[in-house]
C-alpha cells in the first residue's frame, strides 16, 4: 500500500498572480488564528515558506489593515504569554520558559517598533 505525498510547493513556479492568491489565503489562514505548521499543511508549503508569504501579503495591505494584521499578532503574542506564564509556576525548567518569554517580549517590541 503506496501513501500519496503531497510535494512542497515551489514558489518560483507561481505566477505572479498565483502566488498573490496563496498569500492572501495564507493571511487569511493566519488571521482565523492556524499556526505557521498547519498552514504549511494546508497549502502543501515549507513552515519557513508561511513567514516569506505573510510578508509579502502583508507589504500590499494598507494602513488601516497593517494595524489590523498587528493587532492580531500583538493578541496571539499575549495569549502565548498567559500559557508560558502559567507553564512558569508548574515546570521544573525555568529557563526553557523564561527563554521562551523573552522571545515573545522581542518579537513584541519588534512589532511595536521599540
Known sequence: MTMAIDRIRRL????????????LRVFGL???GANVQQIAKRETLSA??????????????SI??????????????DRWQ???????????????VMN?????????AKLLNL
Open 64 to 77: 488601516p489593515n497593517k494595524e489590523q494584521a498587528v493587532l492580531l499578532e500583538l493578541d496571539r503574542l
Open 48 to 61: 519557513s515558506q508561511v513567514p516569506s508569504l505573510l510578508a509579502e501579503h502583508t507589504k500590499t495591505l
Open 100 to 108: 521562551s518569554l523573552l522571545k515573545l517580549s522581542e518579537r513584541r
Open 82 to 96: 498567559v500559557f508560558l506564564e502559567g507553564e512558569l509556576r508548574r515546570t521544573k525548567n525555568p529557563t526553557a
Open 30 to 32: 493566519r488571521s482565523q
Open 12 to 23: 518560483d513556479e507561481l505566477s505572479p498572480d498565483e502566488r498573490d492568491e496563496l498569500a
